[in-house]
């Protein structure tokens, strides 16, 4: 976050202007681009409410404060190593379970978890997003989706501050 942080005049002014590119590009590069230019707008926020609130109200985006032990608990939960997330998992609708193989896991092999109360409100968050099955990834920066195709582009639904 910036040493000063800028008032909400001139971030609605910054937001203002990269919105109105966003909507004049069809370039997939370009808008991922601005969306990042977004990102560091909101970062630049005065207070660490306003930067949450320009990321609910403006991306979609919840942000949750963290722990040390929730991260700790993230990684004793994680079956399948992957060394770019914390932990993968999956929903279904019979609940939440970890990522044991690649590709789709079969139905004997899901082990349906209760994890901390992070963890279940963070999946409350998923399903909320994506009623259907499909794996969320978390890292150090939030909790990520990607749509179906193979190398689709990563979507976050939360990003993740520390206590």
Known sequence: MAAE???WD???ESIREVLDL???TSDETTKRILRERLRGIFDEA???E???LLY???MGIETIVLSDADVGAFREMQLMYRPEWELTFAIDN???FPQVRWGRTPNEERMYMQGSEMFDRIARRAREIRQSTGRFFI???GVFFKDNEKYAQKHQIIRFEFE
């Open 94 to 96: 019979r609940g939440s």
């Open 139 to 141: 890292s150090h920066n």
């Open 46 to 48: 005065e207070d660490p």
């Open 22 to 24: 966003l909507g004049r």
């Open 10 to 12: 001139s971030l609605l």
């Open 56 to 58: 609910k109200e403006w």
């Open 50 to 52: 306003t930067t949450r």
């Open 5 to 7: 942080g800028r008032g």
